[in-house]
């Protein structure tokens, strides 16, 4: 069982946005500012596309969008096209001892 | 641009040990302050992470794996390693390495990572 918690799957329309949740603890989410989204296309390593919550890394279209409330954060895709058909997955720093934990990934499926 | 390179046994029996291997080069190679990562995903399943080396080289594991999970690295030779000791089927997994930086600089995202590594274990 994975230590965050994010929907199997979402799906919409081309053009339309998605959001994808993720759900920690206060022992992880709820504490750092230091949640990261992956995407990661079948086959492939994963991709970095959020960082810090909120930050992209250069090449990353502004169409990504990351943000967080208490335990939970959340990733957005605004516009969605055919390529972000892939998986993501959330993870939060979680202290010295745990280090990282990840969610167990979430499927976007365009309609 | 850093390119992640691993290498390493892919199928192996219960009990053994598993040995990878991630070489590090290219011209954005060079993250003095950079911790690096090995993270796994199972077949169909998430990502886990299993640990992570500081640039002192300290050392932090996965609690659920500490007992039998060595990361070491050589920075004469920018390499970093990864060893799994007492393999069970639960151990099949892809295996990557991972450099927790962006751009490079240090950060708590990771933005390269190896080709990963396919590890099954098997009688």
């Known amino acids: 069982q994975s230590a965050l918690t994010q929907p199997r799957s979402v799906s919409g329309s081309p053009g339309q946005s998605v959001t994808i949740s993720c759900t920690g603890t206060n022992s992880d989410v709820g504490t750092y500012d230091y949640v990261s989204w992956y995407q990661q296309h079948p086959g492939k390593a994963p991709k970095l596309i959020i960082y810090d919550v909120t930050e992209r890394p250069s090449g990353v279209p502004d169409r990504f969008s990351g943000s967080k409330s208490g335990n939970t954060a959340s990733l957005t895709i605004y516009g969605l096209q055919a390529e972000d058909e892939a998986d993501y997955y959330c993870c939060s720093y979680a202290g010295a001892y745990t280090v990282y934990v990840f969610g167990a990934g979430t499927e976007v499926t365009l309609l | 641009q850093v390119h992640l390179q691993q290498w390493g046994a892919g199928l192996l029996k219960p009990s053994e040990t598993l040995s990878l291997t991630c070489a590090v080069s290219g011209a954005g190679g060079s993250c003095s302050g950079c911790y690096w990562s090995w993270i796994r995903q199972p077949p169909g399943k998430g990502l886990e992470f299993i640990g992570e080396?500081?640039?002192?080289?300290?050392?932090t594991y996965n609690p659920s794996l500490k007992s039998r999970v060595t990361i070491s690295r050589d920075t004469s030779k920018n390499q970093l390693s990864l060893r799994v000791t007492s393999l069970t089927s639960a151990d099949t997994a892809v295996y990557y390495c991972?450099?927790?930086?962006?751009?490079?600089?240090?950060?708590?995202?990771?933005?390269?990572w190896g080709q990963g590594t396919a590890v099954t274990v098997s009688s």
């Open positions: 080396i500081s640039p002192p080289g300290s050392v």
């Open positions: 991972a450099r927790n930086s962006v751009g490079s600089r240090p950060a708590f995202g990771m933005d390269a």
